[in-house]
C-alpha cells in the first residue's frame, strides 16, 4: 500500500453476502457529450484501483443511451448486479 493510502472499507450488500466498497463511484456524467471515452476509461479504473468496487451506472442516466464502453481490463469477467441479482 502507498504512503497515505487508506485501505477501502467494505459491506455487505443486504442479504447477497457481497461485499462492495463503503465508497462508490457514481456513473452519470462517464457518458456525457464532454467526457470522453480514455477519461471515462482512467476514472474508472483509478476507482478500481483504489478499491472501489461499488459503481453506480444506472440506464436512466443520459437518456438511456446505448453506446456504452466497455470499460474491463482485458483480464476482467463481466459482473452485473441489480434486481434479482
Known amino acids: 500500500m502507498e504512503r497515505n493510502q ?3 472499507p467494505y459491506r455487505v450488500l443486504g442479504r447477497t453476502g457481497a461485499g462492495v466498497s463503503a465508497i462508490g463511484l457514481g456513473g452519470w456524467y462517464l457518458a456525457l457529450k464532454t467526457v470522453s471515452a480514455e477519461l471515462s476509461t482512467r ?3 483509478a476507482a478500481v484501483d483504489r478499491g472501489i468496487n461499488f459503481l453506480d451506472n444506472s440506464w436512466d442516466y443520459n437518456s ?3 453506446d456504452i464502453v466497455d ?3 482485458d483480464d476482467e469477467p ?3 448486479a441489480g ?3
Open 64 to 66: 438511456n443511451r446505448q
Open 83 to 85: 434486481r434479482g441479482a
Open 78 to 80: 463481466p459482473a452485473v
Open 43 to 45: 476514472i474508472v479504473h
Open 71 to 73: 470499460l474491463r481490463r
Open 6 to 8: 487508506i485501505e477501502m
